[in-house]
């Protein structure tokens, strides 16, 4: 059992829009801790693809953003490519463990 | 450019010991904190053990606390996970992870090397 939650998976056709959700607590991303969240393509390590809530490293797309309110964090991808197709993780601090947290990750499939 | 390379993963048995190193080149290493994150097969992401840029505070994750250390050697750009007592949960890719940058905290992982599988098992 992740601390943080987010959906096993989501799915879209190409061009189409789709959102993961990471869902934490009050010691965790409701205390302020900021979220990032990585891609892990079949086979890979994974990648930094948003820090700091809603930051993108160079050399992300401008098609993957982030946002959070609360104990709530989302990633979108707008323009889903099939190159998109993999697993994405969402990960923050969490006051109470004195340590970092992640997601259970969401595999995202492209039609 | 940054690159990691984990080496020292391999088949040890429930008990034994297994020593991982994460050799460090593209970055000044002795200023970046650095942290091993585990990933058992077809699981997710499990933060182990951290480390700050100087070595002189670690942190592990409470599945490992007693069993894993974590160290580094800045004169030669390399960082170590000392695992004994190992038990059949152990068993994953672990990865080396430098944080993005240095501004304190916990910052996220920006590089990540390509792993190494630890196997427990008799």
């Known amino acids: 059992q992740s601390v943080l939650t987010q959906p096993p998976s989501v799915s879209g056709a190409p061009g189409q829009r789709v959102t993961i959700s990471c869902t934490g607590s009050?010691?965790?991303?409701?205390?302020?801790?900021?979220v990032h969240w990585y891609q892990q393509l079949p086979g890979t390590a994974p990648k930094l693809l948003i820090y700091d809530n809603n930051n993108r490293p160079s050399g992300v797309p401008d098609r993957f953003s982030g946002s959070k309110s609360g104990t709530l964090a989302s990633l979108a991808i707008s323009g889903l490519q099939a190159e998109d197709e993999a697993d994405y993780y969402c990960?923050?601090?969490?006051?109470?463990?004195?340590?970092?947290?992640f997601g259970g990750g969401t595999k995202l499939t492209v039609l | 450019e940054v690159h990691l390379l984990e080496s020292g993963g391999g088949l040890v048995q429930p008990g034994g010991s297994l020593r991982l190193s994460c050799a460090a080149s593209g970055f000044i290493f002795s200023s970046y904190a650095m942290s091993w994150v585990r990933q058992a097969p077809g699981k997710g992401l499990e933060w182990v053990s951290a480390?700050?840029?100087?070595?002189?505070?670690?942190n592990h994750a409470d599945s490992v606390k007693g069993r894993f250390t974590i160290s580094r050697d800045n004169s030669r750009n390399t960082l170590y996970l000392q695992m004994n007592s190992l038990r059949a949960e152990d068993t994953a890719v672990y990865y080396c992870?430098?944080?993005?940058?240095?501004?304190?905290?916990?910052?996220?992982?920006?590089?990540w090397g390509q792993g190494t599988l630890v196997t427990v098992s008799s």
């Open positions: 480390i700050t840029g100087s070595g002189g505070t670690t």
């Open positions: 992870a430098k944080v993005l940058d240095t501004s304190g905290g916990y910052r996220p992982f920006g590089h």
């Open positions: 009050s010691s965790n991303i409701g205390a302020g801790y900021d």
């Open positions: 990960q923050s601090s969490d006051s109470s463990l004195r340590s970092r947290v």
